[in-house]
């Protein structure tokens, strides 16, 4: 009988993401923690939006327009609108917020630099805006979103500089037009995006398992489409979803003409009255031009459109429609009582969608469930149900919930799809194995690496059950497949010192323990495993007593003295050291507690080696595993 203790079988997903890229949320916590967490978390962002942020947001309109209630109803909509849930509640998208303040920031600091033109106040423009870069490359249009502000409501487009119009110099800076100078003026913050562009770019191309792009057609059908979805959205903040998933070739050619007449209709109406109502032509181009990124032309996820994209892009449609409200009343008799009333029917009404919304999130099964419920052929959020199922060890559920999204997935023939069908079938081999369906597993194991050849952890849940079946010398060439694509696994090289311990490879063995405690050197199993070939093996020149009971002290101490598998080599390791008296206590509370978990077998095995220790015996394995 070996103390070895089993490397992590349990099965993975790729680092516990899901498959578009995000914090997978699977972690069941009591639902009235969750909640009031995520509710508490909303509102404070809220508080700190409305106090910092958002007054910030404020007084930078207001010092821009001069208009301090139209400012301030726009800096509600964006605090309380429904759709900014996601960048408040879910903790990975804290970037969105992030962005957002230096985004404010740097609006702040271009309006004193606007006022007052001088290198320091430009600089500050430009290191504002490269934090904002820093915390979410989705600003890289911001620069764009200045000329509009030089447009409406700065009018730097209507007159020459006070500096141009007091000097009677003929500079080359002088003789040239004013759209001229304000757009070289943009070029140090144009140079900041096209660096953040390709900084983007480099690291998605060089992510693992990234997916292939989507038809190109497909993708700009898409945008036309998410373009009008988000008005509407903002407009009737109703059955929104963590993921939506993307419609492929599946929209209809009415939905895509209706959209594209509907972008050319408001562009033309904004073009046409942009001089008589010029923050039309700046609160449309601002939504239009910051959505750019993330509208899908450039695919990064599978998702058809999300929530948290709208973030900052729609702050340019509540500009529009806060001014166009105040024109539109303006002969109106009751015009005050009228925006009033509807300004705060607005806000309690938003507040109520938002605190509604909120509440989907209190817990992972509540947040994929609704997904579920207002999507259709969402296989993204079956996924992650039958992933929270699986570690909730709810097998038959989890198994259901992967099967629905692996029928859903194979419908589509895609290259792209590729790498999410591997995934669920790597979870539903998962599924199958913890279930003891190892034969039914394999095969979706098998599937899953022949969908994508540099999936590593289906190479590695596959030999994890090729083992359990005894076919050692395959479980080490799927654990090689997945060192290869990730060398530094830790727990890969654990499985693959367990398994060279096992055909009696011991150097092998002692080489792979070794390289997993270099990359996780709080890595508890590769040291137990370790100390116990240190402290048992048979060939002298291997033994080293010190150290395997440094090794085994250390593992009890990580385990935090509840695993009585570690108790058992670090009695083996006293042993080796001549500590007999040491060892058998060691060995009678590892007995006690394989007493207490009914472990049989560990306890007689102790039985036989307390008896040795009394007999001040070392322990020998002549053979990994009896």
Known sequence: ???????????????????????????????FTRQFFFISLFLVAITWLVFGQTIGHEFVLRDMTGAFWRSAFVAALFAIHPLHVESVAWVAERKDVLSAVFFMLTLGAYVRYVRAPAIGRYVAVAFLFALGLMSKPMLVTLPFVLLLLDYWPLHRFEKPSSAKSKSKSHSWWDRQSIPRQLILEKIPLLALSAGSCVATLLAQSQRAGSIDQLPFMWRVNNAFVSYVTYVWEMFWPARLAVFYPHPNNRLTIWEIILAIA???????????????????????????????????????????????????????????????????????????????????????????????????????????????????????????????????GEL???????????????????????????????????????????????????????LRTD??????????????????????????????????????????????????????????????LEIAPQDVLSRNNLAWILATSSNASIRNGTKAVVLAEQAVQLSAGKNP??????????????????????????????????????????????????????LRETSPIN
Not at 313 to 319: A, K, N
Not at 474 to 500: C, M, R
């Open 1 to 31: 009988m070996s103390a070895l203790h089993p490397s992590r079988t349990a099965a993975r997903s790729p680092g516990q993401r899901d498959k578009f890229g995000r914090q997978a949320i699977t972690r069941k916590e009591p639902v």
């Open 262 to 392: 509907f972008l050319i209709v408001v562009t033309a109406t904004a073009l046409i009255l942009g001089k008589k109502r010029p923050y039309i032509l700046t609160g449309w181009f601002w939504y239009l031009g910051m959505l750019v990124p993330v509208i899908g032309f450039v695919q990064v996820g599978e998702q058809a459109h999300a929530d948290r994209y709208t973030y900052l892009p729609q702050i340019g449609l509540y500009l529009l429609i806060t001014w166009a409200a105040m024109d539109l009343t303006a002969f109106w008799s009751r015009r005050r009582a009228f925006l009033i009333i509807g300004g705060g029917a607005t806000i309690v009404a938003l507040c109520c969608c938002s605190f509604v919304q909120t509440s989907y999130w209190k817990n992972s099964e509540r947040l994929w469930t609704h997904a579920l419920a207002v999507t259709s052929n969402n296989d993204v959020a079956h996924n992650n149900l039958g992933f929270l199922f699986l570690r909730q």
């Open 396 to 450: 038959d559920q989890a198994i259901s919930h992967f099967q629905t999204a692996l029928n859903i997935r194979s419908s589509n023939a895609e290259a792209h799809y590729n790498l999410g069908a591997a995934l669920i079938h790597n979870n539903l081999g998962n599924a199958l194995a913890r279930k003891g369906l190892s034969d039914e597993a394999i095969g979706h194991y098998q599937e899953a690496v022949r």
């Open 455 to 516: 999936y590593a952890d289906a190479h590695y849940n596959f030999g994890s059950v090729l083992l359990q079946e005894g076919r050692i010398d395959e479980a080490i060439a799927q654990w090689q497949k997945a060192l290869a694509i990730q060398p530094y696994d830790a727990d890969v090289h654990t499985s693959l010192g367990n398994a060279f311990l096992q055909k009696g490879l011991v150097k092998e063995a002692i080489n792979h323990y070794g390289q997993a």
């Open 565 to 618: 598998i570690f108790f058992r080599t670090l009695a083996a390791a006293y042993a080796e050291s001549g500590r007999f008296s040491d060892a058998v206590a060691a060995a009678r509370r590892s007995m006690e507690m394989a007493t207490a978990q009914d472990n049989r077998g560990l306890v007689k095995a102790l039985g036989r080696e307390i008896a040795l220790y009394q007999a001040r015996a070392p």
